[in-house]
């Protein structure tokens, strides 16, 4: 039996286990769903042994556990570590959900006639977990599993990984593979397959900014005493200039330029940017001088206010000059950037252009490098092949705006290189209300990955 076969033969049943993934609660940013991240984790194991892998076990870390399980047929064949995570971001703001964003349904949409599943998670990322445990299990029952496989399935990577971090330091010899596939990117469009081959870093701080010792009363202080929002905003406007630039010195220093035929070829990836603006409802798209929209999100590094407050936000008006000011802000970084460095510089620089006024405080959150992958080789070569196969057409190259910070770690630490097989598409509404995945990504991931195995151990001898 094909994967093909095996996809049409069980579509219900794929579709109502995934359905019970998606109703687990798994928002690893909130301590209240701390329970819930264990059921979930108890769901991944009992998938993993269900389609047959020989081992199996809950991980316990310092925070939420990583499910780990293998399948190794012999020694003597490669190795595939997959990595996914069945953690999911928090899903407010929750009135703006068509429908419970813990109680899948499924609709059609313009881009998906054929269905999408909503629900928190639904292609970030248990969807796109999913159809990895669904292949193997194909596998297995169907005896066409040509090599070994590995599953490390983490419960942090939406709040920065930090000890699965620690656990692949730990656990190199169990983690010994050959090459490492992960599912959480995205292709350009159905009949336009891709993969990804960067991915941006990530430099994530809050800041505070105190002015006087308490709130005081506008009038009778107005016009005297810094107030810390509006120096916030001035501080925030300077960081980038007339050009889209980020003025933070030092901060192109390792800004490698793409040379104008990889730009050319990055180019050739179709894009239609009238459809792109409509879709976000903008008049004009914004950005660094002299780079296009693609170019912005993937070859050059942004800077972004995430959230800002402070003073009187509720309903109608009081006059009040506030003790403090808030901002959370992320710089999204290119590969050859190191976000340490780039974090050292943002506080310095930030603590340099506050006026005497005021006093202000930095501190970073997580982090992660950014990472390119090349196409001359063979797993790249091996899902390319793959995917030529189910969709028609030959993926294309792209590079993503998003950050998976443990894929540089896994070079670092393991040694070991990826493969961002993604399935989901820009628009499927990842982190945002009525997140979805559309079935015809998770079946085709599903017939899909089953190839990879076949060429990429065939490739391997
Ligand atoms: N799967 C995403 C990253 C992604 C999205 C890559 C779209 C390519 C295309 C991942 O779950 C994610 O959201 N990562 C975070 C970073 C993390 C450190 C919180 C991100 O990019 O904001
Ligand atoms: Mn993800
Ligand atoms: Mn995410």
Redesign the pocket.
Known sequence: MTSKQFVTDHKERLVAELTSFLKLKSVSADPAYLSEMRLTAAFVLKSLQDAGVSTSEICDTAGHPIVYGEYIKDVSLPTVLVYG?YDVQPADPIELWDSDPFDPVIKPTEIHPEGAIFARGAC??KGQVYMHIKAVEYMIANDTLPCNVKFMIEGE??VGSTNLAIFIKENSAKLKADIILVS?TSIIANDIPSITVGLRGLSYVEVEVTGPNRDLHSGVYGGTVANPINVLTKMIASLTDENERITLPGFYDNVKDVSEEDRAEMDKAPFDLDAYKQDLGIAAVSGELGYTTNERTSIRPALDVNGIWGGYTGEGAKTVLPSKAYAKISMRLVPNQDWKTITDLFVKHFEAIAPKSVSVKVTPHHGGQGSVVETNFDAYQAAAKAMEETFGTKPIPTRSG?S?PIIALFEEVLGLKSVLFGFGLNSDL?HSPNEHYGLFNYFKGIETIPLFYKYYTELKK
């Open positions: 995570h970030d990322d990577e939406e959480d998003g998976i990842i």
